[in-house]
């Protein structure tokens, strides 16, 4: 048996956000907290014939690793939807990239047996904020990862 190695900064206590007024995009993997650098957190909607994708991504604090969820459906996002990586379209998807190992975490709808759900809460495009939750499985370099409380609020582009 061969054994995968691979390192992402745990924060613990309020280093990760998660209130107030600050961005964040955190989760756990088990008892651990994964916490992107509060200042990196940003959203993105680009829209091209018809489809828009709405993206929240961020980077590690060292900077090793980047953060991404993306939603694509036909018109706009809406809130209080469940966005499912297991389904083709609306499509969803969940992704942790690190420098040195790769793909740390994958949910999207090539990875058959994941599914994380996606639920935007807010999506204010006169004040600029997209907040969400997420939850469920992913495809981790060790197996499958239970992600749970997974949130994130972002600054909107």
Do not use: E, H
Not at 30 to 39: E, K, P, R, V, Y
Not at 129 to 154: C, D, E, Q
């Amino acid at each position: 048996a061969s054994t995968c190695t691979y390192t992402i900064n745990v924060l613990t206590g309020s280093g990760g956000g998660g209130g107030g007024t600050s961005n964040y995009f955190q989760f756990n993997d088990g008892a651990n907290l994964i916490a992107a650098d509060t200042g990196t957190v940003v959203a993105l909607s680009i829209s091209n014939a018809g489809v828009v994708a709405l993206s929240v991504n961020a980077f590690s604090v060292t900077g090793d690793s980047a953060f991404s969820i993306a939603v694509s459906t036909t018109g706009n996002t809406q809130t209080g939807v469940n966005y499912s990586t297991s389904v083709l379209f609306p499509m969803a998807m969940f992704n942790v990239l690190s420098t040195t190992n790769g793909q740390v975490y994958q949910a999207d709808f090539s990875t058959v047996g994941q599914n994380i759900v996606v639920k935007f809460d807010v999506i204010d495009t006169v004040n600029k904020i997209v907040s969400g939750t997420f939850s469920g499985t992913a495809k981790g370099l060790t197996g499958t990862k239970t992600i749970t409380n997974g949130k994130f609020r972002a600054t909107l582009q």
